[in-house]
């Protein structure tokens, strides 16, 4: 096999197993060239073409040998091909880093050439927010986090009726998530104005009827007297005649209001939560409950 040097174009006969795949760095002995051959710079003789016997190494006759240190280089190299070999090989070292870089960037374009449109579409969201960035992605989750607080906050009575477990959940945390009466309705309601021992007395009598699908507990009853402008006149709470109506359960109550206020043309009914104070006990005597 035959090598040339790529500088005088001298010709040296060389074997193939002295070449490796990672190929060899060899020297010119016409020109002191130094130069990195592989096993693609080998060739098959022409006829007639003249080279170089392979170099004897043990009679140190001059021919294509491995690069050696400074200390072990002939006095037939030149010094000035020093730094021209530092420079050739600096060039190589560059080549090699920008073909690698050239083929890493082709493989992204082609990689994002071919992704989902789905992807495409996060991938210029992601540019567009800065998400490169941990810092910025932190500041995101951070901000969904605190909005799905909220969110939670503000839709808790929705989200109980969808997940009613929801409801211990709210309240481990202090947070009502209820409203009181939900579900219940207040049905044939009448009042009666009387006088008992002197003193001007109201009755409001009706029912409770309980429109959901579950058993709900009653919560404390609350009236309020309005005028005819709808002005508040006088309120009155009241406890339940029974603590828990069934589905579908219709409860008789009756509130009593001592001393109304004459100019009492409105009531108002409705539920609170807990025992507000002066909240009267139930006097009603005879409650029945019917399921229909």
């Known amino acids: 096999m035959l090598i040339k040097c790529p500088k005088c174009n001298t010709g040296y006969a060389v074997e193939a197993a002295m070449i490796p795949e990672a190929g060899k760095k060899v020297r010119c002995s016409q020109c002191g060239e130094v130069w990195l ?19 004897d190494v043990s009679s140190g006759a001059d021919a294509p040998v491995p690069d050696t ?24 070292e560059m080549q090699e880093i920008f073909a690698r870089l050239s083929e890493q960037t082709e493989k992204l374009f082609q990689k994002e050439k071919e992704a989902p449109v789905h992807k495409k579409i996060w991938s210029r969201v992601k540019f567009g927010l800065g998400l490169q960035r941990r810092q910025n992605r932190r500041v995101l989750y951070a901000v969904v986090a605190l909005l799905m607080l909220l969110s939670a906050f503000y839709l808790r009575y929705e989200i109980v009726r969808l997940l009613p477990f929801m409801e ?42 309980n429109t959901t699908r579950r058993t709900v507990e009653i919560p404390v009853i609350h009236a309020e007297l309005l005028d005819k402008n709808a002005q508040l006149l006088q309120t009155v709470n009241q406890e339940p005649p029974v603590k828990r109506i069934t589905t579908g359960g219709r409860v008789a109550f009756q509130i009593t209001v001592t001393k109304p206020s004459s100019l009492t043309k409105y009531i108002y009914l409705t539920f609170v939560k807990g025992h507000p104070e002066g909240t009267v006990k139930s006097v009603s005597t005879h409650v029945t409950e019917e399921v229909f």
């Open 168 to 209: 211990y959940a709210y309240a481990a945390v202090g947070v009502d998530s209820v409203i009181p009466g939900e579900g219940l309705e207040f049905q044939n309601i009448n009042r009666n104005e009387y006088e008992e021992d002197y003193v001007r007395k109201m009755e409001i009598r009706g029912f409770i009827v």
């Open 69 to 92: 240190p400074a200390a072990e280089q002939t006095s037939e190299t030149p010094a000035a091909s020093r730094p021209e070999e530092l420079e050739a090989a600096r060039g190589n």
């Open 37 to 55: 051959c592989t096993p693609a710079d080998l060739y098959e003789p022409e006829a007639g073409e003249e080279a170089r016997p392979a170099p």
